[in-house]
């Protein structure tokens, strides 16, 4: 990629509002591949900020939110997924004519509603999730290749600007990841099953084992691998996870009320001792993941 | 460990019926820490029992459950759970006056039930299950030192021999494993909570994925970390859990419904968006997790 002039830039300048692991990745990203001039970090945190210009993941920074979007002409809005309608309407009267607001929170529908409203007719709203890292961790974990094979979902809708969408579909292909197109309700039925089910299952599987291991005290000293595994994503910052059921509790129901239908079909096999029905589960389920690894890979 | 004199032995000879990942592990843990004098291993293809021997796992093999079994001090019954007392059954009438008898199944009240009944009564039979590795890989995959560090579960119940349960004890721990006795109900509960539920979660979440995905085309695309994660545990073998799943019907069944009961307070909490009951779930879920890992480290 040549550094010759502006004209190779996508963008000018970039703002990041809440400059994490995502926010900082995209900022490296952006940097080390020439595609934009200049990247503006803002936040509330100025030793945060200093830390982030330190790694590399910004040029600048601000304080104030009006002021350190005032020049860009795509600004990223990182913050935890109901801050994100707050954070835009307090830029929203600072925003640069023609600029494309996107944002990266787990769940679209609600946002991508609000959002056009809360900023100028001049400007236009892109809802974003790039499918990788995650809405915790701080800067220090951040890095340019972060976004490499990922998928990046977009989700326009009837009102959105194609001119827009399509910059910012060349932005996310620009730091290497495949745009992924959806509305934001498919994306939001999607990742309540990929995403939210599995949270909800795991936090789940945690109360009934507690419950067996007061009884016997030999329940958690028994349970390893998958056990583990099943359980690993509750690690999470719970105030997060609290925020996406709230911004997305249709979908997620609905995904609850699925996977109880598909349990208790196989219970109803189990207690049966149907060997073939549930053979066929086994058989079935492993025959989908590798569906869903020949995908992803 | 001194290999000074036969006096260090836990067992002269021992027997391991089916050498793969866990029979091949436990002969090599046993030679490799001077524990036993000579391991027979016993199988249907002589060509994996000579891999096995060239490995290390063992001394000398038979194709004959009888002979094998015949001169053992301590026969490990390692083939899948629903094979585990046909296969007692059949080398009962070679066994030793005074030998010990143990399997390594996922599931215990059957086994444990059926197989003193089906050894001759000068013979002992204890329930096992190392928490390691599973009843998948072959002998390839097999080391000395999988049992280190790992639970290994015995089940006795109120006919176990006292002294077989000591000596079995001590085996257990010799190869570096703790021991855990529970009686084979409590096993198998906690079994069916901490590792056959999640396989029925993980089965019925790919099921409840495969149908969005084949109505949008876009879900697995989209699913990245706790998708993965969670449904990792399918690429066993359908045929094993088939079996786990028949010789565990009630723990299991119940434990279906202990999670069904829990996915539907937390729905509840959802579509009532109660911020305050979501967010304490799921730091419910991060607390009883960190206490689990806290135990099992």
């Known amino acids: ?3 010759s002039g502006e004209d190779n830039f996508i963008f000018d300048t970039i703002a990041i ?3 994490g692991l995502i926010g900082g990745s995209l900022g490296m990203a952006a940097k080390r591949r020439h595609i934009v001039r200049r990247v503006v970090g803002i936040g509330r945190t100025e030793q945060k900020l200093m830390q982030a210009k330190l790694l590399g993941a910004i040029d600048e920074y601000s304080l104030d939110l009006e002021t350190g979007a005032s020049e860009a002409d795509l600004v990223f809005v990182c913050p935890p997924v109901r801050n994100i309608i707050p954070t835009i309407e307090q830029m929203a009267s600072g925003l640069k004519p023609g600029a494309i607001i996107t944002d990266v929170g787990s769940t679209k529908s609600e946002i ?5 409203v809360a900023i100028p007719e001049s400007c236009s709203f ?6 990788t890292g995650s809405e915790q961790g701080g800067v220090e974990a951040a890095f340019p290749d972060l976004f490499v094979g990922a998928r990046y979902v977009l989700t326009p809708d009837s009102e959105t600007d194609l001119m827009a969408l399509g910059k910012m579909t060349e932005f996310a292909e620009a730091i290497g ?4 197109l959806m509305s934001p309700e498919e994306h939001d039925k999607a990742a309540a099953i990929i995403s939210h089910l599995p949270h909800a299952m795991s936090g789940a599987l945690l109360e009934v084992a507690e419950i067996a ?10 349970a390893a691998g998958s056990f583990r595994d099943l359980t690993r994503i509750t690690d999470s910052t719970p105030e997060i996870w609290r925020d996406i059921c709230l911004t997305n509790a249709g979908p997620l129901c609905e995904a609850i009320d699925a996977l109880r239908d598909h349990l208790e079909i196989f219970k109803n096999i189990v207690a049966a001792h149907d060997e073939e029905g549930i053979l066929r589960f086994f058989e079935r389920a492993k025959a989908i993941r590798s569906t869903y690894l020949r995908i992803t890979k």
């Open 1 to 3: 990629m040549s550094t």
């Open 17 to 19: 509002v809440g400059v």
């Open 112 to 116: 991508v509603g609000l959002a056009p």
């Open 126 to 131: 892109i809802g974003g999730h790039p499918m």
């Open 177 to 180: 990841s495949e745009v992924l």
């Open 213 to 222: 291991q007061r009884e016997s005290g030999k329940v958690f000293p028994m």
